[in-house]
Nanobody, 121 residues
Framework: VQVVESGGGSVQAGESLRLSCATSGRTFSTLGVAWFRQAPGKEREFVARVSSSGYESDYADSVKGRFTISRDRDRNTVNLQMNYLKPEDAGLYYC???????????????WGRGTHVTVLS
């Protein structure tokens, strides 16, 4: 299984970006997918996740109401729509996947290399 991130860039505070995580190597509907981020000098933190079914999603408190995670079954891709970006949202954003069907696993075992997000104040 592989995941590849895209869509990072540099924006002004208050603007939007959409990140994409393309998956391959396993049936898309068996994979849960999450986004994490890491700012310079800080630990990696959870941002959002969506279940393999697409019916469940979770968000970090810091992004609730601004970020939306969604699945695109036609493209085997998970998108993270980020609105009203703040300087503190900047960092390296990673996509991670885990197998949830037929038997669920908890560990985010598959990671991409990340895509950079810069938010200018």
């Amino acid at each position: 299984v592989q995941v590849v991130e895209s869509g990072g860039g540099s924006v002004q505070a208050g603007e939007s970006l959409r990140l994409s995580c393309a998956t391959s190597g396993r049936t898309f509907s068996t994979l849960g997918v999450a986004w994490f981020r890491q700012a310079p000098g800080k630990e990696r933190e959870f941002v959002a996740r969506v279940s393999s079914s697409g019916y469940e999603s979770d968000y970090a408190d810091s992004v609730k109401g601004r970020f939306t995670i969604s699945r695109d079954r036609d493209r085997n891709t998970v998108n993270l729509q980020m609105n009203y970006l703040k300087p503190e949202d900047a960092g390296l954003y990673y996509c991670a996947a885990r197998i949830e069907r037929p038997f669920p696993t908890e560990k985010w075992a598959i990671w991409g290399r990340g895509t950079h997000v810069t938010v200018l104040s």
